[in-house]
Nanobody, 116 residues
Framework: QVQLVESGGGLVQAGGSLSLSCAASGSFSRINTMGWYRQAPGKQRELVAIITRGSVTNYADSVKGRFTISRDNAKNTVYLQMNSLQPEDTAVYYC??????????WGLGTQVTVSS
């Protein structure tokens, strides 16, 4: 099994910054793609950013230029630096990890709330 534990969510004013981290643990040899998704109340879960093992990244248009995803393969950890946060960024943020031949795993989520 693979466990993903997110940390770093919280409450911040518009224009502020937050940093999320997600550590993977369990029985596996290596993780392929890691990423962050979010789900706001009443909305579907959406991609925020993903990063391959070779650090190729992809971002949702809504966060380009404001959010930065990175990872530490030795620590099996992915990070999300969020700057210039806006109220529409308010959501539960979920960590995802994809392992070859084993599929996708999800964390329990961390709440990010941006006040106006």
């Amino acid at each position: 099994q693979v466990q993903l534990v997110e940390s770093g969510g919280g409450l911040v004013q518009a224009g502020g910054s937050l940093s999320l981290s997600c550590a993977a643990s369990g029985s596996f040899s290596r993780i392929n793609t890691m990423g962050w998704y979010r789900q706001a109340p009443g909305k579907q879960r959406e991609l925020v950013a993903i990063i391959t093992r070779g650090s190729v990244t992809n971002y949702a248009d809504s966060v380009k230029g404001r959010f930065t995803i990175s990872r530490d393969n030795a620590k099996n950890t992915v990070y999300l630096q969020m700057n210039s946060l806006q109220p529409e960024d308010t959501a539960v943020y979920y960590c995802n990890a994809y392992l070859d031949f084993r599929g996708s795993y999800w964390g329990l989520g961390t709440q990010v709330t941006v006040s106006s």
